[in-house]
């Protein structure tokens, strides 16, 4: 079993920056695609980003695109979420997810194909 662990979230001001990282272990890291989302309150959880084992694919959702990057670093089993330009309505519990099959990457927004998650780090963005 593995248990990846997010930090990194807090307080920022609409245009600033935050980076959250995700920490897993109990497994090969380095063997699994992994994806960040995210839930708002009252909303349901949406896909934010993911990234494959190698870290050499990504996959983002549209409205992400261009402000959000997911990188991993196999060789400290962290995976990594920069987001820039944040807006109010980024606000949200970010979470960290293992998708549940080695040396696959899934190309979906759907929460069902990650078999673990984190407890969630929270990101403010006011403005």
């Known amino acids: 079993q593995v248990q990846p662990v997010e930090s990194g979230g807090g307080w920022v001001q609409a245009g600033g920056s935050l980076r959250l990282s995700c920490t897993a272990s109990?497994?090969?890291?380095?063997?699994?695609?992994m994806g960040w989302f995210r839930q708002a309150p009252g909303k349901e959880r949406e896909f934010v980003a993911s990234i494959s084992w190698t870290g050499g694919r990504t996959y983002y959702a549209e409205s992400e695109k261009g402000r959000f990057t997911i990188s991993r670093d196999n060789a400290k089993n962290t995976v990594y979420l920069q987001m820039n330009n944040l807006k109010p309505e980024d606000t949200a519990v970010y979470y960290c997810?293992?998708?549940?099959?080695?040396?696959?990457?899934?190309?979906?927004?759907?929460?069902?194909?990650?078999?673990?998650w984190g407890q969630g780090t929270q990101v403010t963005v006011s403005s």
């Open positions: 997810a293992v998708q549940g099959r080695s040396y696959t990457f899934i190309l979906s927004m759907d929460p069902l194909k990650y078999d673990y």
């Open positions: 109990g497994r090969t890291f380095s063997s699994y695609a």
